[in-house]
Each structure stands twice: as C-alpha cells, then as structure tokens.
C-alpha cells in the first residue's frame, strides 16, 4: 500500500508542473500583462514602469521568470499583492478558516440532510418521499447558486430580518460567538442546499444500486430484519463510493464557494479572489488558483487511497 | 393451438398467435430506447417544454410583442401588466421581450458548449483508449492537469483574458468541461478494444479509424448523450455565474444571466426583473436535467421502465 501512495504521488508531481505552467502562461497572456495595474496610472512615466518591471522581475525571458517564480513559490513566496502590499500567501492564509468555516459548515448540513433523504428516497423508492427528495435534488442543481443567495437575502435578511444579509460578525457593538453563528446560517444554509441536492442523489443512486444486488435478496430470503439489512448490509456498500466523491468535493466546492462567499460579503478565499481579479491583483490570483489547484491534487490523491483502504476488493499492485 | 400451449393455459389461439407476431418483431436500440423514453412521463413533460421554449428562442421575433432595442418611455421600470406581461426594465424596454431574445443567446451557448466539449473529449477519450500507451499517459496526464484546476476560477481567468462575447465564452466553457465525456468514452474503449468484434474487425481488413468509430465508439454514446444533456445545463448556468460576478457577455449579447445580473441592482423595488431570467434559467437546466435522467433510464436496460 505504501508503494501505491508513493507512486500517486510520484503522478501528481507533473500535474502539479503542469498546473503551475498552465497558470503562470495565463498570466502573463492578460491583457497588458501582469503589471496591466500600474499601466493604468495617471502620470506613469516609461521610466518608472520599467523601475517596477525591475523591481517585479518581468523583464527578465519569460522561461527564466517562470523558473523564478516557480523557485520563489515552493518556498512559500508568491510575491506581495499589488493592491494590499502584504505578501499573497499569508493574505490567502488569512482568509483560510473564514472559507473553512463557511465549509465545514455547510458539509455538517449537508451531509446530515442528504443522508437520510437519500437513504429514505432509495428504501423506499417511487414513494412521495423519493419525488420529493428528486424534485429537491433538482431544485439545487437547477438554480444558479447566486439566484437562491440572493433570493435568500431578501427573503430572509430585508423582508424577515431574520439573519443578517451579509459579513462574519457584526461592525459594532460585541460579537460573541452567537452573533457569529447567526451570521453564518444563511450562508451555510444556501451553499448547503446545494451541495446537499448533489449528494443525496449520489447517496439515493449509490443505495438503489446495492439495494437491487442480490446479495441483499439474500439477506432478507434468509429472514433478517429490513433496519439490520440497511444498516449493516446496504448501508456499507452504498456509501463506499460517495465518501469517495465527497472528498473530491471538499477540493471542488472551496471553489464554488466563491459565489455565496462574495453575496454574503464573507471574508473567505473565494471573495479574495474575486476582488483580485476586478482589481487585476496577479500575485493574489496566482496564489488563490494555485493553492485549489494543489489541494484539489491532494484531495485526489487522498479519495483514491481512501477508497482502496475502505473497499476491501480492492488491492494495490 | 390452444393445447399445444398447455391444459391450464387461457389463452386462445389468436392471442398465442398474435404473441408470437410481438415477440418475434424486431426493434432496433434506438426503437427500443425511443419507446422506453415514452414511458418515462416527467422526462417526457421536461422534453416537451424545452421543445417549446427552443421554438419561442428560435422564432423570438415573430414572438415578441415588442421590438428587442425599442424602449417604452411610458413604462420605465413597470410592473408586470397586461401592456407589458413580464414589466419593464430601468430603460423602459420590455422584459418578456428581452427573456424571449435573451433565450437565443443562453441556449446557444449552452447547447454548442455541450457539443464541442462532447466532440473534444470524445477524440481524446478514442484516441486515448484505443491507443494506449504513450498517448493515453500523456492525454490523461493533460486531462488531469485539466481536472485540477478549480473549474469557475479558471472559467472568470479566461474570461478576462479573451474578453467575453458569445464564441468566447463557449469556448471558455468548454475548455474545463471536455475531461468528463474524454474519460467516458476512454473507459468504454479500454473494455471493449480487446474484444471479439473488434478483433474480427481488424481480421476482416478494417481500418483503425473505421473501427474506432463504426465499432467500439456506438457503445460509448449511451453515457455520452447523457453527459451531453447534463452539459447543456451546466453550461448555462456557468454562463449566467460569469454575467453575475461580471466578467461575462454585455450588450448587445443580453443573454438571461446578464439579465439577472442587471436585475439585482433593483431587486428591491422590482424584484421581476430578477425573478423571471431566474425562472427562465431555471426551468431550462431543470429540464435538461429531467430529459437527461431519462435518457440515462431509456439508455440501460436494466433499469425499470
């Protein structure tokens, strides 16, 4: 097992090389190039565009910047953003826990409601428990997540007053903990429709599956109790796959977070990326893309060797 | 005939006749499949609206009760009435109007980015599987590599660095979406290539491209089309996230994200303006979504239908 590990991660090094020159060419085909930002200046003069090309390293062959910025990131230096000028890196790690939260949060929702919807609609298929859990399903991967975010706001935020429209805590006054958590239910709660809507069908198709296998006729011919069947027969079987796909998910949706964290004004990556790319902030998109490339890399890595420890047919050679 | 079938049959000559007529009738895939559809009623309900909503796209001119740039001045920011079914805009131009030619322009991307995903990733996956080797470790390096990146963050990247008309975004979309048919059609080669059928193929002289698509590739469709339709979904979708966080089609390309987008600054006070492009969005993709999952069933036989 331990080879296996050691070979997937030997795989994942040159997609890491070629994420990171896949994205270090498309940053420098932006319109005006990376310093496209102080291009735009009033009153820039040539020379002192080429003082801060200089000082930035770009006009050096664009190989030998490459290699440059390949070194300077390995060791954790992606250089300062160009609107904040604090180093990218540690702007991104700071706003790291904001999406994690954000995530953590929805997933504990999600997962809890996608489980027993998926299971029920799976047991008991065709009943107005599996159209209801269809059309739900439906419902999220139907809408575009910033109609519900936004429909959600006014519903809950200026018409209800309810929950707050947006931020992680409050300006003034104290923020506790409880003011923290009444800030982060809207938010969780429309990005965990949606990726509840996914996984209870991943959990209803995963169950329907086993639950026809004749492994699970055995069991009930021989008598055993229908709870017992699903519980420990079914149960099992069915989720192997969609632990797989959740972990896949976990890489995926820090990224589709970016939509709920920027209606929400939640602090997190996805917001940081979206305001570097309205400012042309290169060194923070850099540094955001890369950081999700790599995780969705390890993320992989990770779900397939999960995947072999869990299925007990699977073997690694 | 009648006791030839059997002392506790009831069935009469004719009906046994009339049996064996049915069973021994010959229906192709596509009949069977076509027939099985049918039988799916959401999906068929879900097919016959989005029928209906591509015909009002296609004929949005003869559709619209108004001309598409012609603002009513009498009616800036109306609400839905019977003038103007759907309200108007800031400008005074009708929104109905606007859904019906906004619709050409959100199925078309989402129906050509579907395709051209499909297309791409169906080469790389024939190629890659039938091929083997040197090719497929590098195609799948490449479709990793793909894989890896976060696909919306990718998607605005490029939308600011090409810049965003229809074409553009199409091809945007589609250069993060071809990696799922791709590895479809690559599993379906790598089991069917070492097969009977196809070594007879060869046998009898084929070529390789002939085999490729003629044999093995047909097998592959099933799961293809169903991928297909669910692109078409996904596409247009992405295609309003981009209008919304800004970096997607502007006018005179007013497809229904770039309306929603325009909508929400008034939210508050005339809320239609987001509510129907959102709908619109919304019954598209859900029955793309439901077309798809019947497919799915239709496609596989052993599922009950």
């Known amino acids: 097992m331990g080879v296996f590990v050691v070979r997937r991660v030997a795989q994942a090094i040159p997609v890491l090389f070629g994420i990171s020159l896949f994205l270090f060419i498309l940053m420098h085909a932006m319109p005006g190039g990376p310093l496209a930002l102080f291009r735009d200046v009033p009153g820039m003069t040539p020379q002192e565009l080429k003082a801060i090309a200089a000082s930035y390293g770009v006009n050096q062959p664009i190989w030998q910047q490459y290699f440059g910025w390949l070194g300077n990131a390995v060791r954790g230096n992606f250089g300062d953003s160009y609107i904040y000028q604090e180093p990218a890196l540690r702007m991104l790690v700071q706003r790291l826990p904001a999406t994690a939260e954000l995530m953590g949060a929805s997933f504990l929702l999600a997962f809890v409601v996608a489980f027993v919807l998926g299971i029920l609609s799976a047991v008991r298929q065709y009943s107005f428990m599996d159209y209801f859990v269809t059309v739900v399903s439906y419902f999220g991967m139907s809408l575009p997540t910033f109609f519900l975010g936004i429909v959600a706001i006014i519903f809950f935020s200026v018409e209800l007053k309810w929950f707050p429209s947006g931020g992680m805590a409050a300006v003034t006054g104290p923020s506790g903990l409880g003011d923290h958590l009444w800030h982060l239910v809207l938010p969780a709660f429309v990005l965990g429709f949606f990726i509840l809507a996914q996984w209870s069908r991943y959990i209803r198709s995963s169950m329907l599956e086993v639950i026809n296998a004749d492994y699970i006729r055995t069991a009930r011919a021989k008598g055993v109790a229908e709870w017992t069947v699903i519980w420990r027969h079914a149960l099992r079987n069915a989720l192997l796959p969609v632990v797989t796909v959740i972990v896949l998910d976990t890489a995926f949706l820090a990224g589709g977070a970016l939509v709920t964290e920027t209606i929400f004004s939640w602090p997190g990556m996805g917001r940081l990326f979206y305001q570097a790319v309205s400012q042309g902030d290169y060194p923070t998109m850099m540094v955001t893309v890369t950081f999700l490339s790599v995780v969705i890399v390890v993320a992989n890595i990770f779900a397939d060797v999960l995947y072999g420890l869990l299925d007990p047919r699977v073997t690694f050679n | ?305």
């Not at chain 2, 009831?10 to 009906?15: D, G, H, L, V, Y």
């Not at chain 2, 990793?144 to 976060?150: F, K, R, Y």
């Not at chain 2, 589609?174 to 590895?183: D, I, K, V």
């Not at chain 2, 077309?291 to 036989?301: E, N, S």
């Open chain 2, 1 to 305: 005939m009648a006791a030839a079938a059997g002392p506790q049959s009831e069935i009469t000559a004719e009906e046994l006749a009339a049996l064996q007529v049915e069973a021994s009738r010959v229906r192709t895939y596509g009949q069977m499949v076509l027939q099985r559809f049918l039988r799916h009623r959401m999906a068929l309900v879900a097919a016959l609206v989005l029928i209906l909503i591509a015909l009002s796209a296609a004929f949005a001119p003869q559709l619209a009760p108004y001309k598409p740039a012609v603002p009513d001045l009498n009616a800036m920011l109306a609400p839905p009435s019977a003038q103007h079914i759907m309200g108007t805009d800031p400008i005074g131009l009708d929104l109905f109007t606007q859904v019906l030619y906004g619709g050409r322009i959100s199925l078309s991307i989402g129906l050509f980015a579907a395709i051209l995903s499909v297309v791409v990733g169906g080469l790389v996956g024939s190629v890659s599987g039938y091929f083997g080797g040197w090719i497929d470790i590098i195609l799948m390096r490449i479709t990793d590599v793909a894989l890896s990146v976060p696909y919306l963050f990718l998607v605005l990247l490029l939308a600011l660095i090409i810049g965003a008309t229809p074409v553009s975004v199409v091809l945007i979309i589609s250069s993060f979406s071809w990696m799922y048919p791709a590895r479809i059609v690559r599993s379906q080669f790598l089991s069917l290539k070492h097969r009977d059928f196809v070594e007879a193929a060869r046998a009898m002289g084929m070529g390789t491209g002939r085999i490729m698509f003629r044999q093995i590739f047909p097998n592959a469709l099933a799961p293809l089309i169903v991928n297909c339709t669910l692109l078409v979904g996904q596409a247009i979708v992405i295609e309003s996230v981009m209008d919304f966080l800004g970096a997607g089609l502007t006018p005179p390309n007013m497809s229904w994200g770039w309306l929603l987008n325009q909508g929400q600054t008034y939210i508050a006070n005339a809320p239609w303006l987001t509510i129907f492009p959102g709908i619109a969005i919304f019954i598209v993709v859900l029955c793309v979504n439901v077309v798809g999952d019947g497919l799915r069933d239709a496609l596989d036989p052993t599922s009950r239908l």
